[in-house]
Nanobody, 120 residues
Framework: QVQLVESGGGLVQAGGSLRLSCAAS????????MGWYRQAPGKQRELVAA???????DYADSVKGRFTISRDNAKNTVYLQMNSLKPEDTFVYYC??????????????WGKGTLVTVSS
C-alpha cells in the first residue's frame, strides 16, 4: 500500500508565499516522476509542475518564474515553493507520483489534496 500525504496548504494574501510538501510512503521500489496538479470545482485537474527522478522539471506557463518544484529522493518527498501568489492560484493542489510498487509495474498514485486560498 502506497500513500501520498500532502501538507503546507492554507490561506495567504496575494503576493505571499507557501511551500507544499508531499511524502510518499509504503511499498515503494522506486519513484519515477513526482508532481503537483491543481483543480477547481467542476474543472479538469491541470498540471502545475513535475520533476523526474533525474531532476528534470516541467511547469505550467501560468506558474513559470513564480513556483519551484524540488524533491528529496532519500525521503521520497516532493516540494512546491509558491511565491508571488495570486488569487487565481486558489485551488485544491494534489500531489502525484508515478512509481514502481512491484518489480512488474509502475502505477500512478495521488494524494488527497490540500487547499490553497489566496486572498486579494
Amino acid at each position: 500500500q502506497v500513500q501520498l500525504v500532502e501538507s503546507g496548504g492554507g490561506l495567504v494574501q496575494a503576493g505571499g508565499s507557501l511551500r507544499l510538501s508531499c511524502a510518499a510512503s509504503g511499498s515503494i521500489l522506486s519513484i519515477n516522476t513526482m508532481g503537483w496538479y491543481r483543480q477547481a470545482p467542476g474543472k479538469q485537474r491541470e498540471l502545475v509542475a513535475a520533476i523526474t527522478s533525474g531532476g528534470s522539471t516541467d511547469y505550467a506557463d501560468s506558474v513559470k518564474g513564480r513556483f519551484t518544484i524540488s524533491r528529496d529522493n532519500a525521503k521520497n518527498t516532493v516540494y512546491l515553493q509558491m511565491n508571488s501568489l495570486k488569487p487565481e492560484d486558489t485551488f485544491v493542489y494534489y500531489c502525484h507520483a508515478n512509481l514502481k510498487d512491484s518489480v512488474y509495474r509502475s502505477m500512478n498514485y495521488w494524494g488527497k489534496g490540500t487547499l490553497v486560498t489566496v486572498s486579494s
